[in-house]
């Protein structure tokens, strides 16, 4: 056994006799005494001196043993200061009064010492533990406040990047646990210059913290490279790299993210990990399955990432629905997944289109599945197009430097076309003139309506009239893709010239390329409000730009915009 | 010999433990004695002889006075029963115990006694 810490113990005890033997006792094991003659005495100096035993005669006048045990257990509060009741007390029912009173254990006249300091040292041993276990417990509550306290301000400041996209748009509904971010879950929106719209639903392996922490540089790339021009692929593939960069081994996002393009009509998929989307035709009522067909974020090496999408034709008014595995991986009480078969289920019964959601929450509900909060659900439709309206972005230098006199080209060539996305780069350059700026969306969608009709009907032949049906449009981007893989030769110009012009200035942006041009004189015939899936776009860069015109039989397009005094 | 009225096994373990406190806690066994027999004395309800028998009980016990602390026993169970002339006989009973074991607890004082 080990020596024992000097404690100091109360003795409460009218008995003179028994008081001067009992603290005699106890003073030879090496404890400090305090002594009282009646409860009234013992409670004063519990009070005064806070002693960490105590030893109480149960029958004692002015106070008994029982009212002072229940008043020192009261002071002591939850500190444990074990009361051992000195009593010949024979009856169960005194007996079960001194429990009650607080008591923790008896000692019998005539005294043992022997069993005394045995009790004292069980009695000290009970203490320590329950001190022990307070200090712990209060060191849980002060890390969980902490990493409460942690999370709340995570939250908040993600909250302030996640919802800095446009999630709020018309065409945008979803459902989201409130405290999705701590689930893993993550849902981002933002319009392109061009006025496309990136949506992107992911899901990240872990919880918590950890999960914010990833989601934060997924969300930076969005918005960032979103804003500034960047496709898809390029978009996926920074993300893929940064994700693998940073997480651990066994973390990764699984993530669906779309281009929705109201003016080509259009939606690009990519799908990596991700339960089946679904993409709702209105006139047919079918429901086209997005499937994953790639390994989610943050798993492969940046040789290995495919950025492969899928293009599909949109009509005003459909629909994309993409969901988490919070709906379909629901279980009931058998342990029972919801699944994708009881989703489709809800998908054939719902009436109403706009009530998809809320009949998904019921039928998981009427499922019996215990409420998950980890359910992500976001329905995109197309909407008519209204020309590129995004907001400008805010710069912050001053306009001092503002370059308003030069001009440069640019030849792409084969191999650089294959994969190189020069549009950010272009557009980059342009909004260093400060009076474009105003003006970004309308230049960057007619940059990238040239650049794109140089590089699909010049360079690489493709019949725009294809795009008119659905199948045609699967065909066009199959042919896409096997075009650009072979390609060897072929070139894209681009010409950009600045010039001041009174207290302004004038853009011209020329795009040349290396196919076989079209009829000019047809296409410019249409009328101009017919923007359509095909028509080389000839329409859009007429209505965005001025004095737009095609040379060459076509193989050159020029363009101007201007620009007044700065405001 | 066992003396049925004075366990002496106590008495050696209390001088033991004592050291030089031993003759304090003679004196004041029988100090306090004295007050409980006049408390007893005075008592006029059965509550109070079983409160004051109880804690005589204690330390009688304490200091082996083994039949006074059995007689003090009997008078703290059976204080409610008992008819005022058998508590009379008790509590007469009690002193003239004391009375008896008195000198033993008197002679124990000399430092020179032993067994």
């Known amino acids: 056994m080990q020596a024992q810490e000097p404690l100091t113990i109360l003795i409460a005890e009218d008995s003179a006799a028994d008081r001067l033997l009992l603290s005699t006792i106890v003073r030879r094991q090496g404890h400090q005494v305090l002594t009282a003659a009646n409860g009234a005495e013992a409670v ?36 444990l200061v074990p009361i051992i009741f000195l009593t010949s007390l024979t009856e169960s029912e005194a007996l079960v009064r001194c429990l009650e009173a607080g008591g923790d254990d008896f000692l019998a006249k005539p005294y043992n010492q022997v069993i005394l300091a045995a009790k004292i040292k069980a009695m000290d041993r009970l203490r320590r533990l329950q001190a022990t276990v307070l200090q712990q417990r209060d060191l849980i509550a002060r890390h969980h406040d902490y990493l409460l306290n942690e999370q709340r301000v995570a939250k908040a400041v993600f909250d302030k990047v996640a919802h800095s996209g446009c999630l709020n748009a018309p065409n945008i509904r979803y459902l989201q646990s409130p405290y999705a971010l701590f689930n893993g879950d993550l849902l981002l929106a933002a319009y392109t210059p061009a006025g496309d719209m990136h949506v992107l639903l992911g899901d990240f392996t872990g919880h918590g913290l950890p999960a914010a922490v990833g989601a934060m540089p997924l969300a930076e790339v969005f918005y960032g490279m979103t804003a500034k021009g960047y496709g898809l692929a390029e978009t996926l ?11 651990p081994v066994d973390m ?11 003016q080509r009509r259009s939606v690009e998929v990519w799908n990596g990990g991700m339960p089946d989307g679904y993409l709702h035709r209105m006139a047919t009522g079918k429901r086209v399955p997005l499937p994953s067909g790639h390994l989610p974020l943050g798993i492969l090496s940046a040789e290995a990432f495919d950025d492969h999408t899928d293009v599909h034709p949109m009509a005003s008014g459909d629909r994309i629905f993409l969901l988490s595995d919070g709906v379909i991986d629901t279980s009931d009480a058998n342990e ?5 078969e009881r989703l489709q289920q809800v998908f054939a019964a719902n009436r109403e289109a706009d009530r998809l959601f809320e009949d998904i929450e019921q039928a998981l509900r009427d499922f019996g599945g215990e409420a998950r909060d980890d359910v992500s659900m976001v329905e995109v439709s197309l909407l008519e197009y209204a020309a590129a309206q995004t907001p400008a972005p805010v710069y912050s230098d001053s306009g001092q430097s503002s370059p308003l006199d030069w001009s440069v080209s640019f030849e792409f060539r084969g191999s650089t076309l294959k994969r190189f996305n020069p549009l950010p780069y272009l557009l980059q350059l342009l909004l260093e003139v400060h009076g474009l700026r105003a003006q970004s969306g309308a230049l960057y969608s007619v940059l990238a309506e040239l650049y794109s009709n140089a590089l699909e009907h010049g360079v690489l032949g493709l019949d725009s009239s294809l795009k008119r049906d659905a199948a045609g449009f699967a065909l066009y981007y199959q042919q896409r893709n096997d075009r650009l893989e072979a390609l060897q030769d072929g070139f894209v110009r681009v010409h950009l010239q600045v010039r001041p012009r009174g207290e302004g200035g004038c853009l011209l942006i020329r795009v040349e390329d290396s196919g076989k041009g079209f009829d000019v004189a047809k296409v410019m015939a249409r009328p101009l409000e017919g923007l359509r899936l095909s028509g080389r776009g000839v329409g859009l860069v007429r209505q965005l730009g001025h004095n737009a015109c095609w040379m060459d039989e076509g193989r050159s397009a020029c363009v101007e915009f201007f620009w007044g005094i700065e405001a | 010999m066992t003396d049925p009225h004075v366990d002496r096994d106590i008495l050696d373990t209390l001088r033991e433990v004592m050291e030089d406190g031993y003759r304090e806690l003679l004196e004041t066994f029988l100090a306090d004695s004295e007050s409980r027999l006049h408390e007893l004395q005075d008592s006029t309800s059965a509550k109070a002889l079983s409160d004051v028998a109880h804690s005589f009980k204690g330390s009688a016990s304490n200091m082996g006075a083994i039949r006074l602390a059995a007689l003090c026993q009997d008078l703290e169970s059976n204080a409610k029963e008992k008819s005022p002339e058998a508590l009379a006989q008790l509590v007469a009973d009690i002193h003239s115990e004391f009375a008896d074991v008195r000198p033993v607890y008197e002679n124990e004082k000399h430092p020179a006694h032993t067994h």
């Open chain 1, 252 to 262: 990764f996002c699984c993530a669906t993210m779309l281009c929705l393009s109201f």
């Open chain 1, 336 to 340: 029972q997944l919801f699944g994708v």
């Open chain 1, 237 to 247: 593939r920074e993300m893929n790299a940064k994700l693998k960069r940073i997480l």
């Open chain 1, 44 to 79: 004063d100096l519990f009070r005064r001196q806070q002693p960490s035993l105590v030893l109480m005669d149960a029958m004692m006048p002015v106070m008994d043993g029982f009212e002072a045990a229940r008043q020192i257990k009261l002071l002591a509060g939850e500190t």
